[in-house]
């Protein structure tokens, strides 16, 4: 995972990309699969990127996986 640092620009690391994925699950659930194929228009091509931001939005609830469906939590 990026974390903003003084070699990483905030705009660079990975907690820049949260709104991002939350925005597109706030209009529709999807998944995995669906939402990686969405963040790569954003800039999100590694999935190793995308593996350890959705680790942190589950770990802070603010997303869950029901039956392979990521949600959003409000």
């Given at each position: 995972?990026?974390?903003?640092?003084?070699?990483?620009?905030?705009?660079?690391?990975?907690?820049?990309k949260?709104?991002?994925?939350?925005?597109?699950?706030?209009?529709?659930?999807?998944?995995?699969?669906?939402?990686?194929?969405?963040?790569?228009?954003?800039?999100?091509?590694?999935?190793?990127?995308?593996?350890?931001?959705?680790d942190?939005?589950?770990?802070?609830?603010?997303?869950?996986l029901?039956?392979?469906?990521?949600?959003?939590?409000?």
């Amino acid at each position: 995972m990026k974390f903003p640092s003084k070699v990483t620009p905030y705009k660079e690391s990975s907690i820049a990309k949260f709104p991002a994925v939350l925005e597109l699950l706030q209009k529709a659930d999807m998944t995995p699969k669906e939402l990686y194929a969405e963040l790569k228009k954003k800039k999100i091509s590694d999935i190793s990127e995308f593996a350890d931001i959705l680790d942190c939005l589950f770990a802070m609830h603010k997303i869950e996986l029901h039956k392979e469906v990521l949600h959003y939590v409000g």
